[in-house]
């Protein structure tokens, strides 16, 4: 399975925008791009996801690297609602294909 | 949305009981289920593939006969953790996906069941 990496953990100020890194040097080219994000006591949350251009929606923005061996999402305004730890995940197209979970970001929010 | 429901959201057992905890796809078909187990300040490891129809797929690692997986429809897998120990306490969470190609898709995730063997 391609792997991927994200810092251990990053802080942020309420009310900015936040950058959160994903490596994938070894992704595939039917590898789609997934972040989820899990709140404390809960199962995870769907965030965003793509395949080779940018998204956008209505939580955040997934930026793509031109050679697709990095993303970052991009949380356009950060609440204290964003403090999560977020997971970056490749998901191959076809099947039923599990969703492996590394370790992840810790975000925290200062107010 | 699609929502997948986890029931019990947490459940206290006695060490040496058996403890079922349920996972329905509330408004669509899921032919596969995932069962995953969080330790406190862990990441999410998967335990098993849950397949409609047809017996579960284990990860490597993770006993068979002590976690019971049954997936009897397309909206409902159950996971039965069996003579249960204190060392099975963990956060159990299920997870399904809407389709057959599945990459373009989220998953979805339960609220997740927390469970105390004393």
């Known amino acids: 399975d391609a792997k991927t990496t994200q810092p251990n953990s990053m802080e942020s100020n309420e009310e900015e925008p936040v950058h959160l890194p994903c490596n994938h040097s070894t992704i595939s080219g039917t590898d789609y791009i997934h972040w989820y994000r899990q709140l404390p006591s809960q199962g995870p949350e769907y965030v965003i996801h793509?395949?080779?251009s940018n998204v956008n929606n209505r939580m955040a923005s997934l930026a793509i690297a031109e050679d697709r061996k990095s993303s970052t999402l991009i949380l356009h305004r950060a609440t204290l609602r964003d403090a999560a730890v977020y997971y970056c995940i490749l998901s191959v197209n076809f099947g039923n294909e599990k969703l492996t979970f590394g370790t992840g970001t810790r975000l925290t929010i200062i107010p | 949305g699609a929502v997948v429901s986890q029931h019990p959201s947490w459940v206290i057992c006695k060490s040496g009981t058996s403890v079922k905890i349920e996972c329905r796809s509330l408004?669509?078909?899921?032919?596969?289920m995932f069962w995953y187990r969080q330790f406190p300040k862990q990441s999410l490891m998967l335990m098993a593939t849950?397949?409609?129809?047809?017996?579960?797929?284990?990860e490597q690692g993770v006993e068979k006969d002590k976690f019971l997986i049954n997936h009897a429809s397309l909206t409902l897998s159950t996971l039965t953790v069996t003579s249960a120990h204190p060392e099975d306490s963990s956060f159990y969470i299920c997870?399904?996906?809407?389709?057959?190609?599945?990459?373009?898709?989220?998953?979805?995730f339960g609220q997740g069941t927390r469970l105390t063997v004393v």
């Open positions: 793509g395949l080779t």
């Open positions: 408004d669509f078909q899921a032919t596969t």
């Open positions: 849950s397949n409609e129809g047809s017996k579960a797929t284990y």
């Open positions: 997870s399904a996906r809407e389709g057959r190609f599945v990459g373009d898709t989220e998953a979805f």
